[in-house]
């Protein structure tokens, strides 16, 4: 009789997990008596895709990312209630010659792969690994939660929005993709937040014109036109939305903000609503973030091989302020969550203070800036250095006062991070004296100014190698001298057609040398002092990002669309 080999052992030997991890796993299954493949999943130790891809191995089974919607049966599952699929993460999607294929998270529960045999007369069932969220999101879409389309729900809403339905708050933790019976309108709206989130927009757009309403999602840094839907629905979706958000639905002359939780399937997502009145009505704006989605490491935000190596110098500091600069979107908060992640330790008191928090970071100390309470970012600075921290991010330095706190924090022991917009990095001191504060402490305090943009990235299915033409390159100020070859996006359905999936960051680091701190005690002109830094070896932006050209990651196109100034 052939024997298993353990999940654990599995793990190991593909690469997977460490023998350290392995034996932190053992020991809290010990304590908590769950399976150690979920210990590992919640732990952090492996993924979701990485467990499943060893319980194949294991157990000789077929795994999935993903079901295609061509897979779909609702003949397979409509002798089963929906809540049995979602409970036992089950989808079954294929019958042929007596074979069930059924797609399972956990093959190990037999009870119901029994249950399902007998239901289905079959002779054999044949699980196939899926992820859990694929499953979920299968089930939806044949049951029709998710696969209503835009264009039908907006056939169903008639000539008249039903407006009766439009003031049902949504109770937490309420997944709006179990929502068959809802009225048509907060269907529709609820289409718009679930192709948001699975088409990972950062922000959804609801633009009322004169003779149009145009929704436009934010993919990757750029818009695109999404939907149209009638003129006529604009009042209902704006008012469904600010019932949501808990805005006040009368108040359509002034601007309101508000926030609220919507939940996807598995995925959690905190909603910013911002309403402006426009001439032809209110203008809504949601920022999406998904609270379960998963911090980038030092290691994948784009840095090179050398600025990595000078990021984590600069992380062991013990005292000093670093400041990231770049305008709104470009990654500051990115890049700030994995340094901090990347020192967070029981040895250290890191606290923040941010405006809004947009991520929950365990072990770390988060306090919200509330202008309300006057709760700012200097009062809650001043009280935060009594608090014995190690390490201090500051969301953003926008007045004298702040940057005073900060800098006397960093000159007091402290490493001390916090953000500017400014153009370039070389800016950033310019800025400080601007706001009041002496030379000497910029160049005491500060050690290193990081600038940064974020490009797209290159849809790997499409992309297209060519010729750039002389005006390209003459305008990227480049020689065309590079090894290997240039890409462009094209477009293809992995990317829906824009030729890019996902983005990466692009750097320019200024290290305070001893000779740009004397430069700073005479002058706080950008120009010269980038000029100091150059001579001393500084990449600027656009060299980053011409390396990641090269690299066949990014485009010419894009380099220049981020980095004119």
């Given amino acids: 009789m052939n ?32 399976r150690l493949g979920q210990v590992l999943v919640q732990q952090k130790k492996i993924t979701e895709q990485e467990l499943l891809n060893a319980l194949a191995l294991q157990l000789d089974l077929e795994v999935m990312e993903s079901i295609d919607d061509k897979e779909l049966r609702f003949d ?49 069932i044949r699980p196939v690994l899926v992820p859990a969220r694929e499953i979920l999101s299968a089930i939806n879409r044949t049951y029709g939660q998710a696969n209503d389309t835009a264009e039908q729900l907006m056939q169903d809403l008639g000539e008249e929005a039903d407006s009766q339905h439009l003031f049902t708050e949504l109770e937490v933790g309420e997944d709006l993709l179990d929502e068959t019976s809802e009225a048509p309108i907060i269907k529709l709206v609820n289409h718009i937040f679930s192709q948001a989130v699975k088409s990972q927009a950062s922000d ?14 934010r993919l990757d840094g750029v818009l695109h036109n999404v939907l149209s839907p009638p003129r006529r629905l604009h009042a209902a979706i704006v008012s469904r939305i600010k019932v949501m958000a808990r805005l006040d639905i009368a108040e359509k002359r002034l601007p309101q903000d508000g926030r609220t939780e919507v939940k996807i399937g598995e995925r959690l997502v905190d909603v910013r609503v911002s309403c402006l009145p426009t001439a032809f009505g209110e203008r809504v704006v949601l920022r999406l ?44 908060t990115t890049t700030l969550y994995a340094a901090l992640s990347s020192i967070n330790s029981p040895d250290k008191n890191i606290l923040t203070i941010e405006d809004p928090i947009e991520y929950q970071l365990d072990g770390i100390g988060q306090m919200q800036v509330n202008p309300k309470i006057n709760l700012t970012f200097a009062s809650g600075l001043r009280s935060m250095v009594r608090q014995d921290p190690d390490v201090i991010l500051v969301g953003e330095i926008r007045d004298r006062e702040t940057a005073d706190i900060a800098i006397h924090a960093a000159l007091t022991g402290h490493l001390v991070f916090s953000t500017l917009h400014t153009n370039d990095s070389a800016s950033a001191v310019t800025r400080l004296t601007d706001m009041g504060i002496e030379p000497f402490l910029v160049s005491t305090a500060v050690q290193a100014i990081i600038a940064q943009r974020l490009v797209r990235l290159l849809c790997p299915h499409c992309k297209e190698a060519y010729e750039p033409e002389e005006a390209q390159w003459a305008e990227l100020r480049s020689s065309r001298e590079v090894a ?39 002058t706080s002109d950008a120009n010269q002092i980038n000029k100091v830094a150059r001579a001393e070896g500084m990449a600027n932006l656009r060299e980053d990002g011409i390396n990641k050209v090269t690299e066949g990651r990014t485009t010419i196109s894009e380099v220049l669309r981020v980095t004119q100034i």
């Fill in 289 to 332: 973030l998904e609270k379960s989605g998963k911090l980038l490491s030092m290691e994948e935000i784009g840095l090179t091989a050398a600025a990595l190596a000078e990021m984590k110098r600069l992380l062991h500091l013990s005292h000093g302020i670093i400041l990231v600069t770049g305008p709104t979107g470009s990654g500051k």
């Fill in 3 to 34: 024997v298993l080999p353990r999940i654990g052992d599995v793990l190991v030997e593909q690469g997977w997990l460490s023998p350290e991890a392995l034996e932190e796993g053992l020991e809290a299954q010990a304590e908590n008596g769950e």
């Fill in 76 to 124: 397979l599952v409509e002798q089963l209630p929906i809540q049995y699929l979602k409970k036992h993460e089950i989808f079954p999607f294929q019958s042929e010659d007596g074979t069930l294929r059924i797609a399972v998270n956990d093959p190990l529960d037999l009870e119901v792969l029994d249950d399902l045999r007998i239901l289905f007369g079959q002779n054999e």
């Fill in 204 to 217: 959804i757009h609801i633009e009322p014109y004169q003779k149009h309403l145009q929704v436009r999602f």
């Fill in 484 to 522: 290997g070859p240039i890409f462009r996006a094209d477009g293809c359905e992995k990317c829906l057609e824009t030729g890019y999936r996902g983005r990466t960051g692009i750097y320019e680091f200024l290290l305070l040398s001893e000779a740009i701190k004397g430069l700073v005690l005479k």
